[in-house]
T-cell receptor
Framework: AQSVAQPEDQVNVAEGNPLTVKCTYSVSGNPYLFWYVQYPNRGLQFLLKYITGDNLVKGSYGFEAEFNKSQTSFHLKKPSALVSDSALYFCAVRDVGDDKIIFGKGTRLHILP | EAQVTQNPRYLITVTGKKLTVTCSQN?????MSWYRQDPGLGLRQIYYSMNVEVTDKGDVPEGYKVSRKEKRNFPLILESPSPNQTSLYFC?????????????FGDGTRLSIL
């Protein structure tokens, strides 16, 4: 069965510093991986997805994600954090050939001015 | 504008009184899904639909019903709501239920069952 873990409930980063939000996954086959962001009182918004063969994927708002097959990880990164990046971030995984998509529990990102 | 629309956005009701949360998408998407979001538990899938007249249980289907009679609509029905169904609900859609198609989410329905 597929699963996804976001080991940190909250991440605090100073504005201008690089940020990383961690995600690890478990699937029986090859994974489809996604990152979403949720701002207060809004639904989730798609940020980026893993594309087979690209270990570094670029997405919206300057975010990127690093895929590591051996560590089964898909960490979200940004070189320089903005206060407006403060939000709740979700990692999600779908196994190839499966209908279901599983979301992590979310990581709250606080960017400190 | 491409969007997923949920109604109502907020609802306070009482135990046992049937309610329906509507969801509509204007993107001609085949796949639609319902989730509930609870603190510390993240997003959990209730039901999903791969296409018209095709629905399947997610991880937490107990106490919920869905139907998909038309492509654009996917209502969530609580026949006899109970307090443990108090939650924030999201409807989502995507072009396909397979592969790496991202989902588009509605803005949520906050349900309180007293």
């Amino acid at each position: 069965a597929q699963s996804v873990a976001q080991p940190e409930d909250q991440v605090n980063v100073a504005e201008g510093n690089p940020l990383t939000v961690k995600c690890t996954y478990s699937v029986s086959g090859n994974p489809y991986l996604f990152w979403y962001v949720q701002y207060p009182n809004r639904g989730l918004q798609f940020l980026l997805k893993y594309i087979t063969g690209d270990n570094l994927v670029k997405g919206s708002y300057g975010f990127e994600a690093e895929f590591n097959k051996s560590q089964t990880s898909f960490h979200l990164k940004k070189p320089s954090a903005l206060v407006s990046d403060s939000a709740l971030y979700f990692c999600a995984v779908r196994d190839v050939g499966d209908d279901k998509i599983i979301f992590g529990k979310g990581t709250r990102l606080h960017i400190l001015p | 504008e491409a969007q997923v629309t949920q109604n109502p956005r907020y609802l306070i009701t009482v135990t046992g009184k049937k309610l329906t949360v509507t969801c509509s998408q204007n993107m001609n998407h085949e796949y639609m899904s319902w989730y509930r979001q609870d603190p510390g538990l993240g997003l959990r899938q209730i039901y999903y639909s791969m296409n018209v007249e095709v629905t399947d249980k997610g991880d937490v289907p107990e106490g919920y019903k869905v139907s998909r009679k038309e492509k654009r609509n996917f209502p969530l029905i609580l026949e006899s709501p109970s307090p443990n169904q108090t939650s924030l609900y999201f409807c989502a859609s995507s072009l396909s239920g397979k592969g790496n198609q991202p989902q588009h989410f509605g803005d949520g329905t906050r349900l309180s069952i007293l």
